[in-house]
């Protein structure tokens, strides 16, 4: 069988447009994170702290452990341990180190209140 010049041309063409359409395929297929800055869809960025993204805090009562967390007056202990724990994330030493002296020493304050508000709560849960 003899190969006629345009064959290559039909046979490149064909190879090219399945090649297109899978990609096609593909992309349309994934979720539109997918392509979210080398993060997987999976996985949720670092949370950065308030005060790096330009607007403060809302206004809390240091004194009441229970606005510190976050949590209802009427919360359990898993219920505390999980917020104190997601509330610990945002000022983890290894996601603030690279934003300055200023935001560490933000972090451990924020660290330290978070702390004695746990403490205070699950001892209170204790007494109960």
Same mark, same amino acid.
């Given at each position: 069988m003899? #190969?006629?010049?345009?064959? #290559? ?7 090219? /447009?399945?090649? @297109?359409?899978?990609?096609?395929y593909? /992309? ?15 996985k949720?960025?670092?949370?950065k702290? *308030?005060?790096d ?6 206004? @809390?009562?240091?004194?009441?452990? #229970? ?15 999980k917020?104190?724990?997601k509330k610990?994330?945002m000022?983890h030493?290894d996601?603030?180190s690279?934003?300055?002296?200023e #935001? ?5 304050? *924020?660290?330290?209140l ?5 403490? *205070?709560?699950?001892?209170? /849960?204790?007494?109960?």
């Amino acid at each position: 069988m003899e #190969f006629h010049p345009f064959m #290559f041309i039909i046979i490149y063409g064909v190879l090219t /447009l399945s090649v @297109i359409a899978y990609l096609v395929y593909f /992309l349309a297929t994934r979720k539109k994170d997918y392509f979210n800055h080398g993060i997987p869809h999976n996985k949720k960025p670092i949370p950065k702290i *308030k005060e790096d993204m330009g607007y403060r805090e809302k206004m @809390i009562d240091e004194n009441d452990p #229970f606005q510190v967390l976050g949590v209802p007056h009427k919360a359990t202990k898993n219920e505390v341990l999980k917020a104190y724990k997601k509330k610990l994330k945002m000022y983890h030493p290894d996601i603030v180190s690279h934003r300055g002296e200023e #935001f560490k020493k933000i972090a451990q304050e *924020k660290t330290i209140l978070l702390q004695e508000a746990k403490e *205070k709560i699950l001892k209170n /849960l204790k007494a109960a």
